[in-house]
């Protein structure tokens, strides 16, 4: 179910400029990463989940309450590109955003590992670029955001390091290629883990190998934005 802005954000609005576009949807769409443990109701404490989807549509929210930003997680937990696919239609074209960001691909990866049929890099590209092409075609005016799949060499992906690695990069390319081609906003995570472990040891950024820490979703977050300026949300 769509939820609609809280009356908080719509009380302190004031006029906005006639120039900066008002109302605008942005959906998170994805894994666990971008569930967040969120709630299925319209409870505001946690329907944006815990993760980078709540730091940047709070901190957005914030900053620009004149702008009547509606912001709606779907992310589920689980999650791969044919999983997307099935719900697609209610969870993302039915709510016609604005924006649409996009994680997707660890559980693709891991399913690949695990031995299951129809999950390599080939079958990933060709299932995503399906997805992008019934959003365009059904949303044409939709601001695409691609965010690159990612992991570090810490917890459980250390048992099998160089596969992760290797088929996690497969898949970050294969995004990137995805957001070149429908002239997507593509935001490139692994490079930005890989950076901060200058900063800190890799189970500081993400516990388990796969999923942020608080630190991590911050970096996500940080990131998004910095990505997303061309998209006239700040």
């Known amino acids: 179910m769509a939820a609609e802005i ?6 302190g609005a004031g006029p906005a400029d006639n ?3 008002t109302d605008l949807k942005i959906l998170f769409q994805g894994d666990s990463i971008t569930d967040g443990n969120r709630t299925r109701d319209n409870d505001w404490n946690h329907i944006m ?5 709540y730091l940047i549509s709070s901190r957005l929210w914030f900053d620009n309450p004149e702008r009547k930003f509606h912001f709606f997680n779907r992310g589920v937990s689980g999650n791969k590109v044919v999983d997307l696919a ?25 399913a690949m590992l695990r031995g299951h049929e129809g999950f390599t890099a080939d079958n990933f590209e060709t299932d995503y670029r399906n997805l992008l092409k019934q959003t365009t075609e059904a949303l044409p005016n939709v601001k695409l955001v691609i965010g690159e799949p990612f992991v570090l060499h810490v917890a459980k992906v250390n048992k099998m390091w160089d596969q ?23 935001v490139p995570y692994q490079q930005a883990f890989n ?4 900063k800190a040891p890799a189970d500081y950024w993400i516990w388990d190998g796969v999923h942020p820490m608080p630190a991590g979703h911050e970096l996500m977050a940080r990131e998004w934005l910095k990505a997303t300026k061309g998209l006239g949300l700040v």
């Open 6 to 11: 809280p009356t908080f954000v719509k009380a």
């Open 19 to 21: 120039k900066t576009p």
């Open 49 to 53: 989940g815990h993760g980078y989807a």
């Open 86 to 110: 099935k719900r697609w239609q209610t969870d993302t074209l039915d709510i016609e955003s604005d924006v649409l960001s996009i994680l997707v691909g660890v559980n693709d990866v891991l």
């Open 164 to 186: 992760w690695r290797t088929e996690t990069g497969k898949r970050a390319e294969v995004a990137k290629q995805l957001a070149s081609e429908f002239n997507a906003v593509f």
């Open 195 to 198: 950076n901060a472990l200058k």
